[in-house]
């Protein structure tokens, strides 16, 4: 049996990860989600193991020290991170893996997972620039030096991505999504 | 704008090429497809530059020479051919094209046009094959020994190819080709 493919999600900051990412269940049942180990007290009805692995500090610095975390980050005083386990236990299991989470991170996994499939979600606006940037060239150098400089950052990171995709419209994006889990499934691997 | 994409598409003989490419027209009405040059007289009903480009052989030799043809091979007294031009033009309108051709042919494409999507359609028995055979081992070397040297020849030229295509339902390849298309537009390219 094959391997499951670790598929990770990201994108910059608003740009819609969470919305994109919950139609995708809908769309896409077989896709399992990764949960993520937090030192946040649990909310109201959500589940240990469903919505978050809850940690006491000391377990998760421990799970840090031992390479169980595939990325971690601190937030507003709370420590969250994608544990190792999960993700490598359900690949084994021959089922895919999505794992929506920020750029920074995004790139964290990837040393830690080269063979992840890495996709970039962007606002439309940045497509339509990098391709008016990158494209016939029909505007002054100083209008698209200002543009460059504005989407510098953002481009930086994309580079480090197999797939950039558009946010324009929900059901797109997923579909866009859905076909890119779909082709690497066909992928001749050396 | 964006150049478009080869995509060929190929495999062994009897796989059903030539249905999926027909099912893939319904469904992607955008796709062109190439018209391939043939020096064989047209058929009642068959127009020059839809069904063929027809030639003579003189005009078929001379396109031979001046590299106009990505492939060609002749194939019961007669010639047939890839021309170069119009797959070219079709790119540079930003319009993806689809090959369909056999196997040594899309190698032959693949050495004057490496940027291309080579897709290789596989039977269904063969895939299962591969599965078997680099999965588990469950079965004795002997049978696995046998079943390689059958597949051999066809798994040795899929290695050449970007992706394998299992045409077990017409529907569901075409949702994998069409997939691939979606996905190769998404790629980051470096």
């Known amino acids: 049996m094959a391997k499951g493919l670790l598929i990770v ?15 995708l269940r809908q769309k896409m049942p077989g896709l399992t989600y990764s949960v993520s180990a937090t030192t ?12 978050y692995f809850f ?9 840090i020290e031992n390479d169980q975390l595939l990325e971690h980050a601190e937030y507003v005083g709370n420590y969250y991170g994608t544990p190792r386990d999960f993700v490598e236990e359900t690949l084994e299991k021959g089922q895919d893996i999505i794992l929506e989470i920020e750029v920074q991170g995004a790139l964290k996994v990837k040393e830690k997972f080269p063979e992840g499939i890495f996709i970039f979600l962007t606002p439309p606006s940045l497509e339509e620039l990098k391709d008016r940037i990158t494209g016939r060239g029909t505007e002054t150098q100083a209008t698209i030096d200002h543009r460059m ?4 950052d953002e481009i930086n990171l994309l580079k480090h991505y197999d797939y950039a995709v558009v946010n324009d419209e929900i059901d797109l994006a997923c579909k866009r999504i859905e076909s890119i889990i779909i082709a690497e499934h066909c992928k001749v691997r050396s």
């Open 9 to 23: 999600l990201s994108g910059p900051s608003g740009v819609g990860k969470g919305t994109v990412c919950s139609a």
């Open 40 to 51: 946040r007290l649990p909310r109201q009805g959500e589940e240990h193991g469903v919505n």
């Open 55 to 63: 940690k006491s500090k000391d377990q998760f610095l421990s799970m």
């Open 149 to 152: 400089s504005v989407a510098v």
